[in-house]
């Protein structure tokens, strides 16, 4: 009895230990915080706007940070968004941001408004400029590694005026065909193109109905930015698994201008063909015909 006593006491310590080391173990403080990542706004030419940025350390240690900032450009199928660097983007946002110094250390769960401020030339056009904000973290202190880390707030801002809102859906496919072993999800694909000189953040849902028009299921499309000029490959990984007929997907998607009057609406016909389904199917009517054959064989 004694040993046993013991024996759930030093098991109790253990799991005390580990429940006090547990953020340590699973690195739970390795990181810091920026918010918000994503900053919309609109500004007229000639103004300016001052935009609050926090940045949180949870390193679990004393760090340094630095602030920087690059334009954004059009990315490819798998990034809507490439952060360019150095290098210029066309619709370049960089170089009308200022705030007020560019390093700043912080100890551990210390918080830092960084007041940054987006500042339009009076000649700059109606449009949208793109770029983030880059916050950089390096340890303090001698004998650390020297790993840089980094997070960026998305910057979009559009500069009050006319200008021109134009973009459209296109390409609604199945991602892969539903010919498996047993019933399966549907995957779809589109593209979203925007030819206008502002940046859209199109919107919907994707609507799937069987052959006696039974809504199967609805999947949402949340707003997601599209750059101007370029075009934004879209995946939708669907929820139902599809037995054997035919489906009719439909696309609605708002573009995001003029709300109520800019919607696409593509549409797709498909057929889900489970292989089991399809041997039961096969099997049925064999069975079907072998008792018919018999029943007129029968009355001969």
């Not at 549907?186 to 028009?213: C, E, H, M, R, S």
């Not at 930015?225 to 054997?244: D, H, M, N, Q, T």
């Not at 797709?268 to 039961?280: G, K, Q, R, Y």
Request: with cysteine; aromatic share 10%.
């Amino acid at each position: 009895m004694i040993e046993n006593s013991w024996f759930k006491i030093w098991q109790l310590a253990v799991c005390l230990l580990i429940l006090a080391m547990w953020p340590q173990l699973i690195g739970a403080q390795e990181s810091f915080v920026v918010r918000p990542t994503k900053i919309e706004t609109t500004i007229k030419s000639g103004e300016s706007q001052i935009i609050t940025i926090e940045i949180i350390n949870n390193l679990g240690r004393t760090a340094e940070f630095t602030v920087s900032a690059e334009d954004a450009g059009p990315g490819d199928s798998l990034s809507p968004l490439n952060l360019l660097g150095s290098s210029t983007g066309p619709y370049s946002l960089r170089n009308y941001l200022t705030w007020p110094q560019n390093s700043f250390r912080l100890d551990d769960g210390e918080k830092y408004s960084l007041l940054l401020q987006i500042s339009i030339p009076e000649d700059k056009p109606p449009g949208s400029l793109h770029g983030a904000v880059i916050i950089s973290s390096e340890p303090v202190g001698e004998g650390l590694a020297s790993v840089v880390s980094r997070i960026g707030s998305l910057l979009f801002v559009k500069i009050d005026g006319q200008t021109k809102e134009s973009g459209r859906a296109s390409g609604l496919a199945l991602t892969d065909r539903l010919l498996a072993w047993s019933p399966a999800r549907a995957n779809f694909q589109f593209t979203f193109i925007n030819d206008g000189n502002v940046y859209l953040n199109p919107y919907g849902l994707i609507k799937v109905k069987d052959i006696w028009g039974r809504v199967k299921e609805e999947i949402t499309l949340p707003p997601a930015f599209v750059l101007p000029g370029s075009s934004r490959f879209f995946p939708v990984a669907g929820l139902e698994k599809y037995r054997l007929g035919r489906y009719k997907a439909t696309l609605y998607l708002n573009r995001g201008y003029e709300k109520y009057s800019m919607v696409d609406n593509l549409s797709l016909t498909f057929w889900s063909l489970p292989i089991f389904d399809l041997m039961a199917v096969i099997l049925l009517l064999t069975v079907a015909i072998g008792m018919l054959y018999l029943v007129k064989s029968r009355k001969r």
